[in-house]
């Protein structure tokens, strides 16, 4: 269960029906990346979940997610 203070750092995004990790820093194994560990574990819908932290640092994969959600980026192989 969280608690107060943890839930300052989270955001409700009503288009989305879930809450938001507003923590600011997502490095694995950081204060955020166990947030969003912790809100999924209860079962809430967060963004970003630790799947997309982690892929964030992967290069190709954050450059493919970013092409096929329609944004430009720079060629890569």
Known sequence: MMTTRKRKLL???E???CVLNLAGDYD????GYYLSQEAE??????????????DAYV??????KASL?????AKHY
């Open 11 to 13: 955001g409700h995004h």
């Open 15 to 17: 288009g989305l029906g």
């Open 28 to 31: 694995y194994l950081s204060k």
């Open 41 to 54: 574990a209860d079962g809430l819908c967060v963004h970003p979940t630790c799947e997309e932290i982690l």
């Open 59 to 64: 290069t190709p994969l954050l450059l493919e």
């Open 69 to 73: 959600a329609g944004l430009r980026v």
